[in-house]
């Protein structure tokens, strides 16, 4: 179901999934946004009531030029909270949703009931860079996020529907640039903002959950985010890239209920 | 009407797969591929050529800012226009530009073009570059969306540090300074101002139009395929009440002058062709990288790629950028203007009235072209081309060259002759000065 939260007197305009019933739970979403459907959302609400917003800067949602970092971001999400009367939640967030996850559990210990951190983007490590999505071009996007590429689903999740550019070459359909436009606030030009030095401030239990096969943020970046979180642990899932929920639902949603439960 | 000499100052001497080895030639390509002190005679080279142009009548010596391309070695363009500054006489300095949101702080670029001022005793044209994806973006890490943000501020800095009488504090959002208080200051009161574009931004046509800035359409890709996109500038301009002399419009064209039309395409193709293969080999993974173009420019923009079609297509593109085209399929098509110097001034006439430009930047060096070729086309477009063009645009004022520059070539710069015929031998040339 669709919803609509303003807040600070309508300077954000933020526009939600919101599914099931039970505890709350909040899903931040990366930097490729929330699909036309998300039947993972749906799955999660048969044990959980789900808030997904769109970040501003995604779908219809509005203040993205009052977001320029992290910090701003974990306080629109705490305004958020606060608006949904959700003020601690089990929080769940996805790539550079989990940067942003993170920092808002750093700055705020209540926020999150428990965090779980899927193919988290966040930390920077030399022996093992995570690519430029930047200077990645449409038809190289399924092998860098997909565990198998050629799946029809791999396929239609990154075919770009494109206006004429004058320039002819990659330039992406407008949604496409203000989510980028968006995310590289975060991420370019490396996805790192500091997590490492405040990370200590987490005190929620977190799960780290991996794709075995992400070729965007490596297997080593699970160990790298348990080490810095003082109650982590780190679980994979098989078979499955960067879009762990798109791609293995069943199991990311086990995997998720399972330790949000425990 | 004025003549801005200009050429990237292209490494000759890249393997000849080096388009095919390496995808992209801008951002990622191995330095392992050049030899320094190869890379040092490059720049003497271009400083000759330059000198050289000063001597011949060029209203201008040009230099821009790139970086980490063998296609243009001018990280620093300050540096190249400061060993011109002091050893040209006439010609204005021209630098387009420092890309401003590359300095830190930007009162750096305000320093530096003051002092190059001074030092030429006027002479300086200030560009103010937003930088293309490969140099802005990807080389030096600033976020696609925060380019123009940083310029802006940047621009309004320079300003104020180059008039502001007492020292003063800014508070920005990308810089703070407690005291800024600039020694040297130029000599220029009104120092001109160049932006270039020609890649698409609405927003830099608004910004120009509102400073009265000197626009550039540097594209290298000649006026058929420039044509929708300059028209269209000069509707928005006329629309938005701005400045519509033309010495308020430059634009970029390689040119290959010889005495003969034959004799034009054994000097200039394989140059002309090495140009294409790697100079303009940017990457299609750094050339327009999302976030870089704003949704406002992407809609306006939009309509306009069909129409720039219409003389170039997508295969014409490819084909140029592989070396394919044979010499006279490069004229044809804009790329460059070659043939006898009467041939080549029919050609800029037409190009210069089409589109209404009133600072030209002839290119007289491309690729690997050799010194003393470079150096008989610069003295064939001073002597032979420039003077009958001088013509054109010659009843509106310019307000975007030093006032300096501009009276000195006055009287020294050469002049036509009575009569003109096919091919001129070296003595009968009037002499300069």
């Known amino acids: ?262 | 009407m004025r003549f801005h000499w200009f050429a990237e100052v292209t490494y000759p001497h890249l393997p000849r797969d080096f388009r095919e080895r390496f995808n992209a030639g801008w951002v990622t390509p191995p330095f392992s591929l050049a030899e320094p002190l190869k890379v040092g005679e490059t720049y003497k080279m271009f400083i000759r050529l330059m000198q050289l142009a000063d001597k011949v009548g060029f209203d201008g010596v040009l230099v821009n800012e790139h970086h980490q391309t063998p296609g243009a070695m001018t990280p620093s363009p300050n540096l190249l226009a400061a060993s011109l500054a002091s050893s040209t006489n006439d010609a204005a300095i021209t630098i387009v530009g420092n890309s401003l949101a590359l300095y830190n702080p930007p009162t750096r670029v305000a320093e530096e073009y003051a002092y190059l001022d001074c030092l030429s005793g006027g002479r300086l044209v200030a560009g103010f570059v937003l930088g293309s994806p490969m140099d802005s973006i990807f080389a030096y890490g600033v976020s696609p969306i925060e380019v123009r943000e940083r310029f802006e501020e940047a621009r309004a800095l320079i300003h104020r540090a180059w008039t502001e009488p007492e020292p003063f504090a800014f508070n920005g959002k990308y810089h703070q300074l407690r005291y800024v208080n600039l020694w040297p200051r130029p000599v220029q009161k009104n120092v001109p101002i160049w932006v270039p574009g020609g890649g698409g931004s609405v927003e830099t046509w608004d910004m120009v139009i509102k400073h009265d800035y000197c626009y550039g359409h540097l594209s290298f890709q000649g006026l058929y395929s420039s044509k929708p996109m300059v028209d269209t500038f000069w509707e928005y301009v006329d629309k938005h009440n701005g400045n519509m002399n033309p010495h308020r419009m430059a634009f970029t064209q390689i040119v290959c002058v010889a005495n003969t039309d034959a004799e034009a395409e054994k000097q200039y193709y394989e140059a002309v062709r090495y140009f294409h293969r790697n100079a303009s080999h940017f990457g299609p993974q750094f050339s327009n990288p999302p976030g870089y173009t704003t949704p406002r420019s992407m809609k306006f923009m939009g309509e306009y790629a069909k129409a720039a079609q219409t003389k170039l297509t997508p295969e014409d593109r490819i084909r140029a950028g592989k070396g394919e085209m044979s010499f006279w399929e490069y004229d044809e098509k804009g790329y460059i203007i070659a043939g006898t110097p009467k041939r080549v001034r029919q050609r800029l006439r037409e190009l210069i009235t089409q589109l209404r430009i009133g600072q030209l930047i002839p290119t007289p060096h491309m690729g690997d072209l050799a010194e003393e070729v470079a150096a008989e086309n610069t003295r064939l477009f001073g002597y032979e081309v420039a003077p009958y063009l001088r013509d054109l645009w010659a009843d509106q004022p310019d307000h975007w060259t030093p006032e300096v520059s501009q009276a000195r070539i006055a009287a020294n710069a050469p002049r036509p002759t009575a009569e003109r015929s096919e091919t001129i031998a070296i003595e009968e040339r009037p002499a300069a000065k």
């Open chain 1, 1 to 262: 179901m669709r919803k609509t939260q303003t807040l600070c007197g309508g300077k954000f305009s933020v526009e939600m999934e919101v599914a099931g019933r039970g505890e709350p739970l909040l899903f931040l979403h990366g930097f490729s946004g929330l699909m036309a459907e998300n039947p993972f959302l749906d799955e999660l609400g048969r044990d959980f009531q789900v808030f997904a917003p769109h970040l501003p800067g995604f779908g219809d949602s509005t203040g993205a030029e009052l977001i320029d970092d992290v910090i701003d971001a974990a306080l629109f999400y705490h305004e958020l909270m606060d608006e949904l009367k959700i003020p601690s939640a089990n929080i769940v967030a996805h790539s550079m949703g989990a940067m942003l996850a993170a920092e808002l559990a750093t700055l705020d210990v209540h926020r999150a009931r428990k965090l779980v951190l899927a193919a988290p983007m966040g930390l920077w490590l030399d022996e093992h860079p995570i690519p430029d999505l930047f200077a990645t071009q449409f038809f190289e996007l399924p092998a860098l996020l997909f565990h198998d590429p050629k799946s029809p689903m791999a396929q239609a999740m990154t075919s770009s529907s494109t206006l004429p550019s004058l320039l002819g070459a990659m330039s992406a359909n407008i949604e496409n640039t203000k989510r980028y436009g968006m995310s590289s606030k975060f991420l370019y030009p490396l996805p790192y903002r500091g997590l490492r030095k405040r990370a200590y401030r987490i005190q929620a239990p977190t799960l780290v959950l991996m794709g075995e096969s992400d070729r965007l943020v490596p297997r080593a970046y699970g160990k790298a985010f348990t080490s810095i979180i003082a109650n982590a642990k780190e679980e994979v899932v098989a078979k499955s890239g960067h879009m762990l929920m798109y791609e293995q639902q069943a199991d990311f949603c086990k995997a998720v209920t399972k330790f949000l439960k425990a």
